[in-house]
């Protein structure tokens, strides 16, 4: 049974930095292209980034760009998204997704989603 568990998010000053983590079980985490997305309350889902299956090609949302990166360690079956210069627009629940198929934007390519987790950004 493949499970994406993402850690815990919480609540953020503006400006301030989070990092969240995914981990992966019940797949070859190696054989998967992984990516971020959120949504937002009243809104759809929201590409974030995505990272190919060696870590060596990566993809951000104009939205996050200069300010998230996104990393994995295979060794782990993890998954990283670390998050800097926060801004309340950020606020959202995130959630990390596992591709067989290829590193993208459109969520329709991911097999596998985690449960979410919460980032809210006070201002």
């Known amino acids: 049974q493949v499970q994406l568990v993402e850690s815990r998010g919480g609540l953020v000053q503006a400006g301030g930095s989070l990092r969240l983590s995914c981990a992966a079980s019940?797949?070859?985490?190696?054989?998967?292209?992984m990516g971020w997305f959120r949504q937002a309350p009243g809104k759809g889902r929201e590409f974030v980034a995505a990272i190919n299956r060696s870590g060596s090609s990566i993809l951000y949302a104009d939205s996050v760009k200069g300010r998230f990166t996104i990393s994995r360690d295979n060794a782990k079956n993890t998954v990283y998204l670390q998050m800097n210069s926060l801004k309340s627009e950020d606020t959202a629940a995130y959630y990390c997704a596992a591709s067989g198929i290829y590193y993208s934007r459109n969520a329709a390519t991911y097999d596998y989603w985690g449960q979410g987790t919460q980032v809210t950004v006070s201002s």
């Open positions: 019940g797949l070859t985490f190696a054989n998967y292209a």
